[in-house]
Nanobody
Framework: VQLQASGGGLVQPGGSLRLSCTASGPTFSRYDMGWFRQAPGKEREFVQAITWSGGSTYYADSVKGRFTISRDNAKNTVYLQMNSLKQEDTAVYYC????????????????????WGQGTLVTVSS
């Protein structure tokens, strides 16, 4: 599966942004989807994930109550709605895909995902 992320940009602290990630191929609904981010000089970190059906979501504590992941299997697209953005949310955001399966701790790291998009830059600054 090939992934294309979009929607990044410059936003002021407290603002909102919605990222999209569109997947190629007819089997999008067979994949769990995730969002990661990587700030300058830091390792790529888990942000949120959603199971193939959208029935379960997982999130990092740093984005709890501010970010929401969702998906539209008819459009082969996963979204990340980001509200109340902070300067520390500044990073390149990557979408990832993995064949649907049981959620394990491995999924909270990069090794738990086989497919990656190219990333989209989010800058939170006044």
């Amino acid at each position: 599966v090939q992934l294309q992320a979009s929607g990044g940009g410059l936003v002021q602290p407290g603002g909102s942004l919605r990222l999209s990630c569109t997947a190629s191929g007819p089997t999008f609904s067979r994949y769990d989807m995730g969002w990661f981010r990587q700030a300058p000089g830091k390792e790529r970190e888990f942000v949120q994930a959603i199971t193939w059906s959208g029935g379960s979501t997982y999130y990092a504590d740093s984005v709890k109550g501010r970010f929401t992941i969702s998906r539209d299997n008819a459009k082969n697209t996963v979204y990340l709605q980001m509200n109340s953005l902070k300067q520390e949310d500044t990073a390149v955001y990557y979408c990832a895909a993995e064949r649907a399966g049981p959620w394990t701790s491995l999924r909270s790291g990069v090794k738990g995902w086989d497919y990656w998009g190219q990333g989209t830059l989010v800058t939170v600054s006044s």
